[in-house]
């Protein structure tokens, strides 16, 4: 089993960053690829993708989020982060750590990011 941990949420005008930190523990030998989701408010019931990146550094983005948003990883601290920059209003909403294991997907609690125009 992996627990993952989401901190770095926070509130930031339109414009600012935000930083996101995901520290994975456990079983992290099993983890393939980490990612991240989101959840808008209004859209309880759809989690939408942001990015992922493989154990070997590959990295895919969202359209919405291209040119904005990095992921990037720290294997010896078991870390995946998600550099914000330039945000909008429409990327607030919660936003969830995600691992691609060998037997399924773990899944963070979430922490919120709350951007303000």
């Known amino acids: 089993q992996v627990q993952l941990v989401e901190s770095g949420g926070g509130s930031v005008q339109a414009g600012g960053s935000l930083r996101l930190s995901c520290e994975a523990s456990?079983?992290?030998?099993?983890?393939?690829?980490m990612g991240w989701y989101r959840q808008s408010p209004g859209k309880q019931r759809e989690r939408e993708w942001v990015?992922?990146?493989?154990?070997?550094?590959?990295?895919m983005y969202a359209e919405s989020v291209k040119g904005r948003f990095t992921i990037s990883r720290d294997n010896a601290k078991n870390t995946v982060y998600l550099h914000m920059n330039s945000l909008k209003p429409e990327d607030t909403g919660v936003y969830y750590c995600?691992?691609?294991?060998?037997?399924?997907?773990?899944w963070g609690r979430g922490t919120q990011v709350t951007v303000s125009s």
């Open positions: 995600s691992a691609v294991l060998v037997g399924g997907v773990s």
């Open positions: 456990g079983s992290t030998f099993s983890i393939n690829s």
């Open positions: 990015a992922d990146i493989s154990s070997l550094g590959r990295t």
